[in-house]
Nanobody, 129 residues
Framework: QLVESGGGLVQPGGSLTLSCVAS????????VGWFRQAPGKEREGVSC?????????YYTNSVKGRFTISRSNAANTVDLQMNSLQPEDTAVYYC???????????????????????WGQGTQVTVSS
């Protein structure tokens, strides 16, 4: 089971850290992804990280240099540090996990959404003044 936390309302230019906590399994064996879905839009991959042994990461172009994905194996979490947030970052953010079966940049692509075996319920991020 995956549970996201850390969403909320923030002003443009602000920061938030989202956390994805797993219960019942060890996240370090899984690829983990952060996805988002804005109203009226399709779900998109924001950032993904491969299993601990690999550690590869991927960021969609619109968040490169602003977002950072990281693992805390001790806490069994994967965090998404989001800086310089903009109104276009407003969405429900979901974390997902699955065994790594492809290069992480391919797993984070929209074409692979159905390949993620476990999803959280989502956390709302709203960027507004």
């Amino acid at each position: 089971q995956l549970v996201e936390s850390g969403g909320g309302l923030v002003q443009p230019g602000g920061s938030l850290t989202l956390s994805c906590v797993a219960s019942g399994s060890y996240l370090d064996y899984y690829a983990v992804g952060w996805f988002r879905q804005a109203p009226g839009k399709e779900r998109e991959g924001v950032s993904c990280i491969s299993s601990t042994g690999n550690g590869s990461t991927y960021y969609t172009n619109s968040v490169k240099g602003r977002f950072t994905i990281s693992r805390s194996n001790a806490a069994n979490t994967v965090d998404l540090q989001m800086n310089s947030l903009q109104p276009e970052d407003t969405a429900v953010y979901y974390c997902a996990a699955t065994p790594p079966v492809r290069p992480i940049q391919n797993m984070c692509h929209q074409d692979f959404l159905r390949g993620w075996g476990h999803w959280g319920q989502g956390t709302q991020v709203t960027v507004s003044s």
